[in-house]
């Protein structure tokens, strides 16, 4: 299959300043797309936009909290007035709280479902109508294997990304009419700064989940992948039963 040419695209990433979002945002760079790198920490988000310096693209710092609603819409906003367009927005912001639920605090569970579901819905919300106006785009959630199966201590984290997996069936939905492309992506574990322990050393890395959102948007025009899950492979000896 033959992709299609980023270059010179306008693309969204949540969630940029680290792990699978840095990652994202560095190789759309390099295929030339214009990034707007989206997360709160301004000085990790200006640290990327000198690593891709050298790259065919550019990564603009887009210093933001997507759980504040009208920040998101002035950003959007100004990304449309500058461009003129939004070719993707990928919603790639999560963070999870693990345990027991009764252990878990109010404010543990507030903040995974402001983060991983309502930071989606705004950012969805206010890019929404410019695809539906230019009768094209595509949006790419990153959710995950918790989103597809549930596990004991995961019980906020689940509840998350399995909603994440129904806003996205709903979109897809909504926005098939208007030329617009929804995808999702589930990655199992990942080598990233996530959860109360180090990742696996076997686990997948940030480049491998980040290469596939690229393959997601640079599909052709008539190809759609609708749903990724992503696995990494267990080396034999720590297989169950060895």
Known sequence: MELQSIHNKVVLITGASKGIGRAMSLLFADKGATVYAIARSESQLKELATEADNKQGCIIPSPCDIRDSSAIERLIGQIVHEE????????????GHFGPIH????????????????????????TVPHMIQQQGGHIVNISSVAGTVTFPGGGGYCTSKFGLMAFTDVLTQE?????????????????????????????????????MAYQMIAAPEHVIMNQLIMRPVVPQHLQKGK
């Open 84 to 95: 003129g367009r939004i070719d993707a927005l990928v919603n790639n912001a999560g963070l």
């Open 103 to 126: 252990e878990l605090t109010e404010a543990q569970w507030d903040e995974m479902m402001d983060v991983n579901l309502k930071g989606v819905f705004l950012c969805t919300k206010y």
């Open 175 to 211: 926005l098939k009419p208007h030329n617009v492309k929804v995808s999702v992506i589930c990655p199992g574990s990942v080598q990233t700064e996530f959860g109360q322990s180090a990742p696996k050393e076997y686990a997948l890395r940030p480049e491998e989940v980040a290469y």
